[in-house]
Structure formats: C-alpha cells, structure tokens
C-alpha cells in the first residue's frame, strides 16, 4: 500500500455480514475492509466461503449486516446499481461469449456506456496496451482461444466498464503456472493504474505472494488476517496449505 490504512477511509467495508442459501448458512459475521490501491487477497480451499462472499458483494444474494462501498450503502441495491457504482467482477470459469469475437466480448464491458463512442475507443486502445495478446485475437473467436487468453479476456471486458474495485474469482484455475504468473503481473498493472484489487483465491500462496493484506476464510468465517508477507510465512498456514 502507498499509504497506512489507518489514514483513509476503507473503498470497500464488511460488517457482522452473514449470507448463505435457503435455511443453509455458509458465511458467518463476516469483517473485511480494502482500502484504495490495494490488492487484497481472500484466501481458503474450495468450499470455504469465498464465492458466497463475492455473491453476497454482488448483491446476487440477500444478506445480513453492513456492506459500504465508497462510502454507500449497498443495502437494498441490486446487481446491476452495485456494478454501476464500480464494483466490476471477473467470474469463476470467465463466462465470455463463446461465439461472439474477443473485441466484441471486450466491448460487452461497456454495455451502459451509451452514446460515449470517442472515449470508449480510447479505453479500448488503452485495454489492447495493457493485453497486447487480446489485441493480436481481437477478430478471433472467443471460444477458440486458450484457457489463459479467455481470462485475459474476461479481465479485459471487466476493465472496460472501469471499475472502481475489481473482484476476479479464481482466477488460476485450470491454467498453467506460466500463464497464471502473466496474468498476476497484470493485476500489478490494473492497480498502478488506480483500480483495486479484491483477489479470490484457492491457491494461496500465489494470492499472497502478489496481494498487500489477505484474509484467510475457513467454513465461512475469518480465521487468519495482516499483511500477506506475514501470512504466507506463517509456520500454521503452511502446514495447512502449503503442505510444508
């Protein structure tokens, strides 16, 4: 972080939240702050809570207790005024259009940016210089592309709708640790450019190899939290998931 927390105010902020599905709780009084041009790392083995987490910021799912972000309530919003406000994800498995091209996929990320044709092409411009790789695919097929380059897609069509706080949900899985390294080293990139960065990980160390501060998840509660580098060489969470 460029600065201590403790001198602003959190973009993000989750108070005593608790969400689940039906009669079946999965997260429980749950507390997570990001703060400005962080990257913050949430990290747990499958199952433990972080989609529902992200589903319950999304306002994809009701939930109990406090959620603010920049400052607002997102109480009795729906998803659609949360990405309005900034708060952009990049799905589980990427869901791009598998038949539409990788331009036309990228542009769908500006979808409400109605009647502002000059300055999404600049923005386009600006997505090719961060993913030279989508500028090379841009007339391809989608679904043609490898499992790295549909994320780095995904990515793309996320930043074109200019987020204030970029969400990106296992973004390793199924990917080569070559392409999954590119991929971290354009997440530095989003957030040199200002964006936040709220990363949902299984592998942890790679998510806190990379973050500011991370927050470990176990059966929907937070069990471990502080800066990533004190977390990854934590004795405790090596044994558990790192196998060392």
Not at 120 to 125: A, E, S, V, Y
Not at 208 to 217: N, P, S
Not at 225 to 230: F, I, V
């Amino acid at each position: 972080m460029s600065s201590t927390s403790q001198d602003r105010l959190p973009l993000l902020k989750m108070t005593g939240v608790s969400a689940g599905y039906g009669e079946m709780s999965v997260l429980q009084n749950l507390d997570l702050e990001v703060y400005p041009s962080e990257i913050v790392a949430m990290v747990g083995s499958n199952g433990a809570g972080k989609t529902t987490m992200l589903r319950a910021l999304s306002r994809l799912i009701g939930s109990t207790g406090e959620i603010t972000f920049d400052g607002q309530s997102l109480a009795g919003l729906n998803p659609d005024q949360v990405f309005q406000l900034g708060m952009v994800q990049v799905p589980e498995g990427r869901q791009l259009f598998d038949l539409m091209t990788v331009q036309d996929n990228i542009l769908m990320g500006a979808y409400r940016r109605t009647g502002k044709r000059a300055e999404i092409q600049r923005d386009l411009d600006e997505i090719y210089a961060l993913f030279p790789r989508m500028a090379e695919r841009r007339k391809q097929i989608a679904g043609s592309m490898s499992g790295g380059e549909q994320q780095m897609c995904a990515m793309a069509r996320a930043m074109m709708a200019k987020p204030k706080l970029l969400m990106v949900d296992e973004m390793s899985l199924g990917l080569a640790p070559i392409i999954v390294d590119q991929l971290m080293d354009i997440l530095v990139d989003i957030r040199a450019q200002g964006v936040t960065v709220l990363l949902v990980e299984q592998d942890i160390h790679l998510a806190l190899a990379t973050a500011d501060r991370g927050y470990v998840i176990e059966t929907g509660a937070i069990v471990q939290q502080g800066p990533a580098k004190e977390l990854i060489s934590d004795p405790a969470l090596q044994r558990a998931y790192l196998g060392l």
